[in-house]
């Protein structure tokens, strides 16, 4: 991925929050049975870490007043 479609997800994602914020919604995230490839370089053909999570991971958060 490429610094300049890394940083348009960076603000496609704070833009969303910062959205959602001033709405006062609560976000969550549920992830069950995750795979995660974790690279440990940078570029296209750097190795990666394969790292299984088994179970559920809950996140939730909301802004208070």
């Given at each position: 991925?490429?610094?300049?479609?890394?940083?348009?997800w960076i603000e496609m994602a704070e833009g969303l929050y910062e959205f959602l914020n001033r709405r006062k919604t609560?976000?969550?995230?549920?992830?069950?049975?995750?795979?995660?490839?974790?690279?440990?370089a940078t570029g296209p053909d750097s190795a990666k870490a394969e790292w299984?999570?088994?179970?559920?991971?809950?996140?939730?958060?909301?802004e208070q007043e």
């Open positions: 991925m490429s610094s300049n479609n890394l940083s348009a609560t976000i969550n995230y549920k992830f069950t049975d995750m795979n995660i490839s974790v690279p440990q299984i999570v088994s179970g559920t991971i809950s996140i939730s958060t909301s």
